[in-house]
């Protein structure tokens, strides 16, 4: 007598309601995937931003450092030497294809991928700038 009156209060999930679910987790799945496919170029892109945004830091503080200095701003060169100016070194997972960066620029490589990047030079009213070719 128990056991029958188990079965009839038993609740559970209807048919309906579960395609429902179905159908929603398939849209969701749907417009996640393709956010995921593109993850590792999009991260790759963002690390060439990132040492962009360095570089262009970095030739910033090169140039206040002479501007206010007491020998002064004399030319782009002094803000590109490595010992007293800007260090183009960005760590090990990036690496300047030889030769470069050279003054108007280089190909920065990241991961396997490379891009060109132009660098616009300092003169006494502005700072180099960095930017993508």
């Not at 029958?4 to 799945?29: C, D, M, P, S, Y």
């Not at 030497?81 to 030889?98: A, I, M």
């Amino acid at each position: 007598m128990k056991y029958q009156k188990f079965l009839r209060n038993q609740e559970g999930f209807t048919l309906v309601e579960i395609i429902a679910v179905l159908i929603i987790l398939g849209f969701l799945t749907a417009m996640a995937v393709p956010r995921y496919i593109d993850l590792e170029q999009n991260a790759k892109q963002r690390g060439f931003d990132v040492a962009i945004s360095e570089l262009n830091g970095r030739e910033s503080l090169a140039w206040t450092k002479f501007k206010i200095s007491t020998s002064g701003y004399i030319d782009d060169a002094q803000i590109r030497n490595p010992l007293n100016g800007v260090s183009y070194y960005l760590g090990g997972d990036y690496t300047w294809n030889p030769g470069d960066p050279q003054p108007s620029g280089g190909t920065l490589e990241f991961k396997g991928e490379s891009v060109t990047l132009i660098r616009a030079s300092s003169d006494d009213s502005r700072p180099a700038v960095w930017s993508r070719f």
